[in-house]
């Protein structure tokens, strides 16, 4: 069977693998605001919520407690909240 030219070029920028899956690029969606967690490196963190007494405190001066959603550790790191 021949192939046609326009309709290969209309597929040219789409990565086909030997079964036939396309491979498409996986944009990262990362919040450059977010903290890097400690453990693993990714930015996958969302604040957690307050265990102690202290976690209040700490806020006070912009300490803020975070769980990174891909390994589960959790720690503290400087954030502030945008001023809109």
Known sequence: MAEDPEKQAEYEDHDVTEDGIEDEEVEEAT???????????WHNTRLSHTRSMLDPILRAVSLRAFRCRSCGNRFRAFWRVPRV
Do not use: L
């Open 31 to 41: 919040d450059p605001n977010r903290p890097i967690c400690p453990r693993c490196g």
